[in-house]
């Protein structure tokens, strides 16, 4: 009965497992503290190694029990025909994922002979594989989770735009972000999710994006200048420059954190305050602070206008969601900037065309946000970029109850996972030139380029969709742009393609590349 009971609540909660754990250290150190006469310690010792054995049986037993609740969801995937590698008691899948990739890290793809695109395989190998065997949805297991690999277009569409709260981030996911994120938009899910998406979203919207248009200038004349001293260094027309450190610097100036000392003194100043003072104060720091604005003013503001964020959750919804938007896009946009630039130096073409546009949007050289709306060219360079090279290398979802997905219901607990590089090359929606470089595709937008334009999804898709598209989007184009209205760049022989997943799929090495000079600045 007992040990029913236990199974129960063991399928219910694996965290029993770490109570039963604890029950169980009790058992075998309180006898040898009850129990003093030496023949009864032998007693005792035998006892204790008896308990310890049984012990371990039940632990073994539990880990068994725990992991039951992952074939549960397995079995109900199963029976609606989704089928996948067969997992091993104890770890699902993980030991063939490490075989797999063991394999394929001895077999390293050759990328120094030709920059080739496909990186797929490499980097994802196990998915890949699995892919082939099991087609566009499959499922698998890591440890006690129960996966779904969703890459099938129409089920990617109706995922992503699944209007339903029950889909949230993977909770053993943002899980280990907590201490980086908080309770931020990044990894918050729920009612929560929605009141800060609420908040924050329209201070991303285009009109708000077009405000920060003067600092993205200023900060990319900055890099363009910088380049030009290094230049000038050499003693000749062109210098070789390695881009992520530069594009980091560009993307980090307009976001929250640089202005780390800022925010910490709003958050003494918050804490002191009484909230209707808060707001007034916080009013008076927005128009003293600076005459730009940049993001800080904007989470601020977005805080400040809405009144269900009251006085002690202020403070913290600020100091997260800074911090989120800073982890969202800093990284990201440096690395997608890099890898356009990687493909603008192997496609010289491409650089005339958007220095062409330019010369006629343009002509006195001075951009504004009116000029960044007309760049066609560049956009097309970004949009192929990002369908080649997305930094975010998944969408992932996990069912927080039993959901509908198309025809599928999900169970609570199932993690979902779209991997995008492999979609943004499926020769079936892109055609047989999917792993070329080639923006004209783009010409007509997405819809023009592929047979499922929900399928094109660097950003996301619906109601989680990148906040900062429309910021990263304005922010590349005016670094692009700049850079070759002032230099000609080729690759430098020191580029080695070596494209790796950390996080996001970013160039392995660096990107070096030989630039010169157009005209004296
Ligand atoms: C090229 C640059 C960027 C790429 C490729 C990118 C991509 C993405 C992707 C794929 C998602 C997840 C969508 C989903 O789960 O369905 C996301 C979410 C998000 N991104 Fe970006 N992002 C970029 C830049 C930025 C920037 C510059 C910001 C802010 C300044 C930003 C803020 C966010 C936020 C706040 C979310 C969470 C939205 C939510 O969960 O409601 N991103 N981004």
Known sequence: MYRVCI??????????????FVLLSLLLLLPPLLISSTFLKSFVSSVVLIILVLGFGVFYIFNILWLKSAQRLRWKLQKQGINGPKPSLLYGNV???QKIQAASLKAPANYDEFVAHDYTSSLFPYFEQWRKLYGPIYTYTTGNKQHLYVNQPELVKEMNQSKSLDLGKPSYVTK????????????????????QRKIVAPEFFMD?????VSLMLQSAELLTRKWDENIEAEGSKMAEISVGEDLRSYTEKFLPSRRQKEIENLEKEIESLIWEAVK??????????????????SILEGAINDDSVGENSSRKFIVDNCKNIYFAGHESTAVAASWCLMLLALHPEWQSRIRDEMAQICPDGVLDAESVSKMKMVTMVIQEAMRLYPPAAFVSREAL????????????????????????????IWGRDANEFKPERFENGVSGACKSPQVY???GLGPRLCLGKNFAMVELKIVI?????????????????????RMIVEPGQGVHIVVERLKQG
Not at 181 to 194: C, F, K, T, V
Not at 481 to 501: E, N, T, V
């Open 95 to 97: 030991p063939e994922m």
């Open 7 to 20: 199974q129960r609540k063991a399928q219910e909660k694996p965290k029993m497992k770490a109570a039963a």
């Open 176 to 195: 280990r972000l907590a201490p980086m994120l908080g309770n931020g938009i990044l990894r918050s899910n729920g009612h929560i999710w929605a009141m």
């Open 401 to 428: 109850e039993d959901t509908q997905i198309g025809r599928i219901v999900v169970p609570k607990g199932v993690c979902l996972w779209t991997l995008i590089p492999t979609l943004h090359r499926d020769p079936e």
């Open 208 to 212: 708000k994006v077009k405000g920060m």
């Open 481 to 501: 742009s700049l850079i070759i209205s002032k230099f000609r760049f080729s690759l430098s022989p020191k580029y080695k393609h070596s494209p790796a997943y």
């Open 457 to 459: 999804i660097p950003f």
């Open 280 to 297: 007034e104060r916080k009013r008076e720091f927005l128009e003293t602070l600076s005459n730009e604005k940049d993001l800080l003013h």
